[in-house]
């Protein structure tokens, strides 16, 4: 696959980054720098800029500002099992969940959004991404390719759903698979 040229990331992300303390050794390992305590904030600042930055020009004018605030936690499965339980009323594990800052009431208009945009220096708050770090690796293992390829692809998706993405056919499923490989494809040297 060609990769996509290069961003360099305009775009502030203001990050906060949990790792589950009770996650296995050896899947933090398999994550690589994704999962790493060292290196793992920057280097998913650097590549959820990159992907702000390739998706800014497609964004609702509500949704542009010059930077975001977004938490990503990677967690096991009984943690992610009890929000989807919680959140979703599903039993059981699930690989990824997006919790939107900015999402639409189910019975009513909009949410607010919280004070940003082109002219303000506040990041907009985008909401929470919460990947199970098992399941990943079980999915990964699944599809043939490696662990960090696998949360890179959830952290995309789960990103897509904070900026309004959402996949409730085929077609519009296609629309944003196709997007997350366009944001798997673009370099980025973190």
Avoid at 8 to 26: Q, R
Avoid at 44 to 63: I, K, Q
Avoid at 64 to 83: F, K, T
Avoid at 108 to 130: C, K, M, R, T, Y
Wanted: proline residues 11%.
């Amino acid at each position: 696959m060609l990769s996509a040229t290069a961003v360099v990331p305009p775009i502030g992300v203001d990050l906060a980054l949990h790792l589950d303390p009770a996650l296995p050794a050896p899947l933090c390992q398999a994550a690589g720098p994704l999962a790493d305590p060292q290196r793992a904030a920057a280097h998913w600042e650097h590549r959820l800029a990159t992907w702000l930055a390739d998706l800014a020009p497609s964004l609702p004018p509500r949704l542009q500002a010059p930077g975001y605030s977004l938490s990503l936690s990677l967690c096991d499965d009984p943690a992610i099992a009890a929000l989807n339980e919680e959140w979703r009323a599903r039993p059981g594990p699930t690989d990824v969940l997006a919790f939107a800052a900015c999402d639409e009431a189910e019975d009513g208009p909009p949410l607010p959004l919280p004070p940003a945009g082109q002219d303000s220096e506040e990041p907009l708050e985008l909401g929470d991404i919460v990947i199970s770090l098992e399941t990943a690796a079980r999915q990964a293992q699944e599809e043939g390719h490696g662990l960090e390829r696998e949360l890179l692809f959830l952290a995309s998706h789960g990103l897509l759903h904070l900026l309004g993405w959402d996949h409730p056919d085929e077609a519009s499923l296609a629309a944003m698979l196709a997007r997350q490989e366009r944001l798997l494809s673009l370099q980025v040297n973190a």
